[in-house]
């Protein structure tokens, strides 16, 4: 991969809080922290041909709802406040890497493909030293040395999650933006930017409509009423029991009903004072999956697996099945999760 300017690794050796230059709205602990591209009218916009303009898809200007924007030193406080409405995604992209920008594409084909679920900002490293340093402390923690551009980077609810550094296969982006696009479900974050005027890639072919029952639940998410969002899913699966989709989209709202209503700081706080307590387990498990910390939502589980038995086991381990429907059952993390559950039961 090519090695980034050296300018972008001194600044990262800056340290300014994300938050000093947003001010987002505080998230819970337990809430993803990461992940997403601004909201309906998070500016965006620089002069045509900067880093990412070639990428089409209408980059927008200052106010636009556009699924392109090129992010900015002054705008970025209104990019990071519009992520608690739209999820969106940072693309750190610098002209002396040409497929750092050709890449800006890629991720505006799948925000397209996605139904404008996500919002792409172009933020070019050389003009805007302000966003560089302020991502600097995570990039940090996630990467230590940032060897490769792009560097990308979700925000969610105001709060910044590194995805991966350099140019990475399709297949690999469509997996991290799924699993994006679910914590920002799970979240309640639903809003979409207008693909008006957004070409989309094959421009001209029909595109496919969701599944009525489909189309029903999401419509049933926006407006918050999970049970009938629940029913229609549940209405897919006994029509069609291998629809993928309607059983990742249960998970996925059987998670929201069953967080929405925790206190993360008492959660953990319970977990954490007594490691034999299922409920708390179970509940502490919940918002690592909330907050994107996959890993570690599993592992408590298949400890909690090995140090359980009878009913209390059993229940423990349908929890962690229907985490796996949540996750996706060909995600890599849950075929090694399953794994370990089995080594952990026999």
Do not use: C
């Amino acid at each position: 991969m090519t090695q980034p300017s050296q300018s972008l690794n001194a600044a990262l050796r800056g340290a300014v809080d994300l938050s000093a230059l947003s001010r987002p709205r505080p998230t819970a602990p337990g809430q993803p922290g990461a992940a997403a591209p601004a909201g309906r009218g998070a500016p965006g916009g620089s002069a045509a041909g900067g880093p990412g303009a070639q990428a089409g898809a209408g980059a927008a200007a200052a106010g636009d709802d556009g699924v392109l924007v090129q992010a900015t030193d002054a705008t970025f406080n209104a990019l990071v406040t519009g992520s608690t409405t739209v999820p969106a995604v940072l693309v750190l992209v610098t002209d002396q890497v040409p497929e750092s920008v050709d890449f800006v594409q890629t991720l505006v084909d799948e925000a397209i493909a996605n139904e404008g679920r996500f919002r792409v900002a172009a933020v070019d490293i050389a003009t805007n030293p302000g966003i560089v340093q302020a991502l600097s402390p995570v990039l940090q923690e996630a990467f230590g040395q940032v060897s490769a551009l792009p560097v990308v980077v979700g925000l969610l609810q105001g709060q910044p999650v590194p995805f991966f550094l350099g140019v990475q296969p399709i297949e690999q982006v469509r997996q991290i933006v799924e699993q994006f696009l679910s914590a920002a479900v799970t979240n309640g974050i639903t809003g979409r930017v207008d693909l008006a005027q957004a070409p989309a890639a094959g421009e001209g072919e029909d595109e496919a409509e969701l599944p009525p029952l489909h189309q029903e639940a999401l419509d049933a998410i926006d407006k918050g009423d999970l049970d009938a969002a629940v029913a229609a899913y549940e209405q897919a699966l006994k029509d069609n029991p291998k629809d993928e989709d309607a059983r990742l989209g249960l998970g996925q709202v059987d998670l929201m009903r069953r967080t929405s209503d925790l206190d993360p700081a008492a959660v953990r706080a319970a977990a954490a004072a007594d490691p034999s307590d299922v409920d708390a387990q179970l509940n502490a498990s919940d918002l690592d999956l909330v907050g994107g910390h996959v890993e570690d939502a599993f592992l408590r589980l298949i400890e909690l697996v090995r140090r359980t038995a009878g009913d209390d086991r059993d229940r423990v381990r349908k929890h962690l099945l229907g985490q796996f429907d949540v996750v996706g059952s060909t995600d890599p993390r849950v075929t090694k999760a399953r794994q370990s559950l089995m080594s952990a039961l026999f």
